[in-house]
């Protein structure tokens, strides 16, 4: 292939990584993480598993906001063009880690929620962390 043609297929990529019903429709496709209603939940660690077009969505995401500290979990909205990156602390040694600050990037507008629930009485508890994970991943063995 020449260099035009891998260019023209990147471009390709990344609009359609604009358009939420090829993002809904990949999302629903993925083979890792865990599908909800109303998003897609996976795992850092399981990112390269999902198909190029998630990734690119996630890595628009990332280019934007930079690396965030401490995120394990990264959930993908349906729909709503958002991506939002979990800090569950204890991940690997807690079997339900409660979430210590979520940040919640829209793509769409740029505007960044953070919420931060380091003194909340009653942060959201994390379960069934195997569903997250590569089914080869070293914690799935000790989760299961």
């Given at each position: ?27 629903k496709?993925?083979?890792?993480g865990?599908?909800?209603l109303?998003?897609?939940?996976v795992?850092?660690d ?10 690119v969505?996630?890595g628009?995401?990332?280019a934007?906001l930079g690396?965030v ?12 063009g958002?991506v939002?990156?979990?800090v569950?602390p204890g991940?690997?040694?807690d079997?339900?880690?409660a979430?210590?600050r979520?940040?919640k990037?829209?793509l769409?507008?740029?505007?960044v929620d953070?919420f931060?629930?380091a003194k909340?009485?009653?942060p959201p ?5 195997e569903?997250?994970l590569?089914?080869?991943h ?6 299961t």
């Amino acid at each position: 292939m020449c260099f035009s043609k891998f260019c023209w297929q990147a471009d390709d990529l990344l609009f359609r990584s604009g358009h939420a019903e090829a993002v809904d429709g990949a999302r629903k496709r993925a083979t890792v993480g865990k599908l909800l209603l109303k998003a897609l939940y996976v795992h850092r660690d399981a990112l390269d598993a999902l198909e190029p077009l998630l990734r690119v969505y996630e890595g628009c995401a990332r280019a934007y906001l930079g690396e965030v500290e401490g995120a394990n979990l990264i959930k993908l909205h349906r729909h709503s063009g958002k991506v939002s990156y979990l800090v569950y602390p204890g991940f690997e040694t807690d079997p339900h880690p409660a979430l210590l600050r979520s940040i919640k990037l829209s793509l769409r507008t740029r505007e960044v929620d953070c919420f931060d629930y380091a003194k909340s009485t009653n942060p959201p508890i994390l379960h069934r962390k195997e569903t997250f994970l590569l089914p080869g991943h070293a914690l799935v063995a000790k989760l299961t």
